[in-house]
């Protein structure tokens, strides 16, 4: 070879970081963009498709009532199972509407509130929950629900859905 | 004045900056950023608990005083629009908008049927939703989406949203 490098030269050598640098810039910018910190944090379930809306409306964090396909889950504890919408009897009501097992669950936890509610000043037992239902799960489960939560003092309902 | 070697300007030699620390923040601070980043946008719609009887039923209106008492039922054939008492009287009778040919709710037509009403009974905010037995989560979640607001793309694609029926109840009555 003419032209040989001598060993100065060749310790001399750098690695240039400033492209990589620029990407990770341009990575942070965007991670900061739509990065919220008070966004509604979704404990949902793996067996749970979300129906799309236009809503614009933002979530709330309050009591979670999560309906995937094969499970009612209240506050993350599964509380009762259910075969495609459908619950076995010995779970139901009289009346056919309310879910014992889930009217015991949110007794509890509104007892729970209640208590902290009259302990703590800023916190208030509102009667508002969100339900997390999976899109293909029929209107007689929902109204199940409803009315079960309605029954436990619950009557404020906010639908989760992703946006279109 | 002496420089102290011989006159002669000393050149700064050229150095690249150090990034490293800097690479170092960035690459500590992208994985907090990717765990607390939210791909999806999560959104809310507001409703009220099913009507279960005639007499909650009545009582209800009785407390709200309907003027309209618009009702949207989704049946196998599509969506049924009716008003309370014969109030509404666009047409002289009841709307029904039917699946479109592969078996769809046509939600669109919906939106526009509610529009023409709204466009009629401006005060009016109230609908009551009427879903059957086994009518699926998402097709309430959208027949919602159609009764709250209308929206209309422009031709530079801007969406616009005009609120027609926001107070949504569920009615659980019909089986």
Do not use: C
């Not at chain 1, 640098?21 to 990575?27: A, G, I």
């Not at chain 2, 526009?112 to 979640?141: C, M, N, Q």
């Amino acid at each position: 070879m003419r032209k040989r490098l001598s060993k100065k030269k060749m310790e001399a050598t750098e690695l240039n970081i400033t492209a990589l640098l620029d990407m990770f810039t341009m990575l942070l910018i965007f991670l900061l963009i739509n990065y919220s910190a008070v966004s509604y944090q979704v404990k949902t379930s793996g067996f749970l498709d979300f129906p799309k809306s236009y809503s614009e409306k933002k979530p709330i964090d309050v009591l979670n009532i999560v309906v995937d396909k094969y499970n009612i889950i209240v506050d993350g504890a599964v509380v009762v199972k259910h075969n495609k919408g459908v619950l076995s009897p010995e779970f139901i009501d009289d009346n056919g509407f309310r879910i014992i097992p889930l009217y015991d669950a949110l007794l509890r936890y509104s007892e729970r509130t209640k208590y902290i509610a009259s302990v703590n000043k800023q916190v208030q037992s509102e009667g508002k929950v969100i339900l997390q239902m999976d899109r293909d799960i029929p209107f007689s489960l929902l109204r199940q629900i409803m009315y079960t939560a309605g029954q436990a003092e619950y009557a404020d309902f906010k639908f989760i859905a992703i946006k279109k | 004045m002496a420089t102290g070697n011989g006159g002669k300007k000393r050149i700064p030699e050229f150095r690249n900056l150090n990034l490293t620390p800097l690479l170092d923040f960035i690459v500590a601070v992208i994985p907090v950023l990717l765990l607390s980043v939210n791909f999806l946008e999560y959104v809310a719609l507001d409703t009220s608990l099913p009507i279960y009887s005639e007499d909650v039923q009545a009582e209800h209106s009785k407390e709200n005083q309907p003027k309209l008492g618009l009702s949207v039922a989704i049946t196998e054939e599509g969506f049924l629009i009716a008003g309370q008492g014969g109030v509404l009287n666009i047409s002289g009778k009841n709307f029904l908008i039917r699946k479109t040919s592969n078996g769809l709710y046509d939600y669109s037509s919906l939106s526009d049927k509610l529009l023409d009403i709204k466009k009629t009974y401006p005060d009016e905010w109230s609908i009551i939703i009427i879903p059957e037995a086994t009518t699926r989560f998402e097709e309430i979640v959208s027949t919602m989406d159609a009764t709250r607001e209308h929206l209309s793309t422009n031709s530079l694609g801007h969406i616009s949203r005009k609120t027609m029926f926001p107070n949504v109840t569920l009615g659980g009555g019909v089986l």
